[in-house]
C-alpha cells in the first residue's frame, strides 16, 4: 500500500516538473525575461538547466538543456518507480 502511495507521488512529481520545464520553455518565446510568470518558472528550472548547459552548450541558437532535462526527468521516474515496483 504505501509503495503504490510513493509511487503515484514519484509520478505526479515527475509529471509537474516536466510540465513546468514545458511550460518555461514555451512561454520564454512569448514572454518578456522579466514577466512574473517566467521570473517564478525559471526559479524553478534554472537551477536544473545550469549544470546541464555546462557539459551540453547551446548550439547556435538552439538550446537543448530542456530536451536533456525532460529526458533526465523521465528516467529517473522509470527507475525509482521500478525500484518501487520489484518491493511489492
Known sequence: MLISVLIIIIQTLGTILLLV?????????????????????????????????????????????????IIMIQVVEWVLVSVLSTLR
Open 21 to 69: 520545464v514545458l511550460a518555461s520553455v514555451l512561454l520564454s518565446y512569448f514572454l518578456p525575461p522579466y514577466n512574473n510568470i517566467r521570473v517564478f518558472l525559471d526559479r524553478i528550472v534554472n537551477p536544473l538547466l545550469m549544470p546541464i548547459r555546462r557539459v551540453v552548450p547551446p548550439l547556435g541558437m538552439i538550446d537543448f538543456s530542456p530536451i536533456v532535462l
